[in-house]
Structures are given as structure tokens and as C-alpha cells.
């Protein structure tokens, strides 16, 4: 199933995608829901960020390419860092070039979505706490990044995380962990690689982040992103495809 949240005549809910259309749920995702039958034309919608994270936890360094074209070396356990929950932006929605930062980079990456509470997770339990899969783009200030020690603001500023375009719950762990993921700017394409070339797996990274905080449903890991990286400027669209999930695009703009 595909779940989408969306607005529609100033009311904000969430359906499952069913082709052209959604079809509103009764409820949330995270909890026993049912289908109301009353669908929409997708068109019709204004698709808004899957979900409203408390916070998002991403990965830095865990395709092995990517950390060698920026010169760096692969840590020895997954390296967290913290996005706010004022960083995150829909499908559709600007990515706002920050007035601080002269060299903006896409990264393309695969978003798990926590689907229930969860703390020190055993590996055999990981699927458990998935509800599903969606696309990201870990939108980074690489100047700012080289030069200040922490990455809050490199990394945490207004859209610098795009998601969307829905959660995928389909996906199973096996099928999440071999996914085709690229990025094209302005229909080009930059990044093109896989999740299997994550240095630590989906289960590697929960199992890690919960041994030292509690995860909440609507919770996001950002997995880290494959070699390409490339500057954004004002103007640009840039579109992160993963196989089996849909496509995420943002346009670029300046602040005003």
C-alpha cells in the first residue's frame, strides 16, 4: 500500500494511493485503520510530507563511493546525525537556498518510517517496527559542512529534507535493501546507484540508533546516499527515483 497525507479545501488527512486516485483512511497509519471508500483524483490533491517526524535521524558515510569523492574515510560504525523536524518538506514544495551557504548538494536516499515506539530493537525484530519506505533528498550546505565542526547547520536548515512522495509499506526488508536509486537535476542524471551498497544495513543502523534512543511512529532514518553528489542552484529541479517507491522532485529557490 502506498499512504499519502494530502490537503485538500484546507483539510489535511491520509489515504492510500490507488492508481490516479486516494482513497481517505479512516484514522492513522500507525495504528488499526480503515478505508473510508471516498476517493479523490490525485489531481485534485496537494500531496504534503508523508510524515511529520519528531525527529529524523540520518546517516552520513554509508556508501563507501560517496565518502571517497569527498575525501573521506569510511567510519567504523554508523555515524548519526539529527535533522529537525522545521527541515522537512514535501513533494513539490521549494527547496530554499540558504543565505549562509554558497555550494548546495543533492543527496539522493532511501527514508525508513517507523511505524511504533521502539527501543533497543533485536535484529529479528526490525521489520517489525518498519511501517514503510519513501524517498529523501538530504539537501547539504557542503561549504558550511567543511568548515563547521557540527553539521546542525549544514544539514538542519528550513527544506533541507525533502520527502515524499508517499510511504510505501509493501516493501519488505529483503526488497528495501536491493532498491535502484538516482537523482537527476534538470533531467540529468547525477547519482545512480543501489541500497545494496550500504556499508550498514537497515537493520545495522536500527539497531544502533535504538540501542540509544527511542524511536516514535512517524520517526525517519535517512540512510545515507550513493557517489554523485552535485551542487543545486536557484532554478534547478532535482528528482530522487527509487525503484519500487515513486519520485520525489523540488525546485530550487531563492529566499526572499
Excluded at 179 to 197: F, K, Y
Aim: include cysteine.
Amino acid at each position: 500500500m502506498r499512504i499519502a497525507r494530502f490537503s485538500i479545501d484546507g483539510n489535511v488527512a491520509f489515504g492510500a494511493v490507488e492508481g490516479e486516485a486516494i482513497d481517505i483512511i479512516k484514522g492513522i497509519p500507525f495504528a488499526d485503520f480503515e478505508l473510508s471508500g471516498t476517493k479523490i483524483p490525485l489531481d485534485k490533491v496537494r500531496l504534503l510530507p508523508p510524515v511529520l517526524p519528531n525527529k529524523v535521524v540520518a546517516i552520513g558515510r554509508n556508501y563507501a563511493e560517496h565518502a571517497a569523492e569527498l575525501g573521506n574515510e569510511v567510519p567504523a560504525a554508523p555515524w548519526a546525525f539529527f535533522k529537525p523536524s522545521t527541515s522537512v518538506v514535501g513533494p513539490g514544495d521549494p527547496i530554499v537556498y540558504p543565505t549562509f551557504s554558497r555550494e548546495v548538494h543533492h543527496e539522493a536516499e532511501l527514508a525508513v518510517v517507523i511505524g511504533r515506539l521502539c527501543r533497543e530493537v533485536p535484529r529479528e525484530r526490525v521489520k517489525d517496527v518498519i511501517l514503510g519506505y519513501t524517498c529523501a533528498n538530504d539537501v547539504t550546505a557542503r561549504d558550511t559542512q567543511k568548515t563547521e565542526k557540527q553539521w546542525a547547520r549544514a544539514k538542519g536548515f528550513d527544506s533541507s529534507c525533502p520527502l515524499g512522495p508517499w510511504i510505501e509499506t509493501g516493501l519488505d526488508l529483503a526488497a528495501a535493501s536491493d532498491l535502484a536509486i538516482t537523482a537527476t537535476v534538470n533531467g540529468e542524471l547525477r547519482q545512480a546507484g543501489r541500497t545494496s551498497q550500504m556499508i550498514n544495513s537497515i537493520e545495522d543502523l536500527i539497531v544502533n540508533i535504538t540501542e540509544a534512543m527511542t524511536l516514535l511512529p512517524g520517526d525517519v532514518i535517512l540512510t545515507g546516499t550513493p557517489a554523485g553528489v552535485g551542487p543545486l542552484h536557484v532554478g534547478d529541479e532535482v528528482a530522487v527515483t527509487i525503484e519500487g517507491i515513486g519520485t520525489l522532485t523540488n525546485k530550487v529557490i531563492k529566499r526572499d
